[in-house]
């Protein structure tokens, strides 16, 4: 069945990076994209940002821009997302979720991944 | 960026009663507008899309209108299951995309 496995949680101390990794299996990558959402505890979801499985086009959201990265290995059907110079408040799930391919063929996020807590914490 | 604002923050449900939940859209989204079910310490799950289009596997009960900028979901008759928190979601193929969610509705027993 289509799947998105996350990596595991992670420690790191403020101004570090981290980077998530999601395993897609079950469906053809390349016709699909991956969104990154966030939930910081007790807290909404955040949209951070897509990729395209297909051409590893990108859209961040403002918030994001100039400290995330959001990549694709379509040899392995994996996306990352890496996070730079982290803050106390980066504390979250990281979560990746199924989308669209294009950004011009609207979907929603059909499938997710488990999430994988992140704490940034000196 | 478009704002997408829910109401109410909380909403309490005497089993068996309905639950009409509200999303709006600072712009037009035309029908782009899902909504999602997250329960404690789980991944969100996709309910409807389409703005009206159930989900594969999601019951009856759930029904979503609206188009534009102004959006409803509907649970009949809740079930126990159903007490949750419930996302909206703008996935307007905007360029650049910007898809933003909603602050979310807490769906509490009465």
């Known amino acids: 069945q289509d799947q998105l496995v996350q990596s595991g949680g992670e420690v790191k101390r403020p101004g570090a990076s981290v980077k998530v990794s999601c395993k897609a299996s079950g469906y053809k990558f390349t016709n699909y994209g991956i969104n990154w959402v966030r939930q910081a505890p007790g807290q909404g979801l955040e949209w951070m940002g897509w990729i395209s499985g297909y051409n590893d086009n990108t859209n961040y959201a403002q918030n994001f821009q100039g400290r995330v990265t959001m990549t694709t290995d379509t040899s392995t059907t994996t996306a990352y997302m890496e996070l730079r110079s982290l803050r106390s408040d980066d504390t979250a799930v990281y979560y990746c979720?199924?989308?669209?391919?294009?950004?011009?063929?609207?979907?929603?996020?059909?499938?997710w991944g488990q999430g994988t807590l992140v704490t940034v914490s000196s | 960026e478009i704002v997408t604002t829910q109401s109410p923050v909380t909403l309490s449900v005497s089993p068996g009663e309905s639950a009409t939940l509200s999303c709006r859209a600072s712009e037009s989204v035309t029908n782009n507008l899902a909504w999602y079910q997250q329960k404690p310490g789980q991944a969100p799950r996709l309910l409807i899309y389409g703005a009206s289009t159930r989900a594969t596997g999601i019951p009856a009960r759930f029904s979503g209108s609206g188009s534009g900028t102004e959006f409803t979901l509907t649970i009949s008759s809740l079930q126990s299951e159903d007490f949750a928190i419930y996302y909206c979601q703008q996935y307007h193929n905007w360029s650049p995309a910007k898809w933003t969610f909603g602050q979310g509705t807490r769906v509490e027993i009465k």
């Open positions: 979720a199924r989308g669209p391919r294009s950004v011009v063929l609207p979907a929603p996020s059909d499938l």
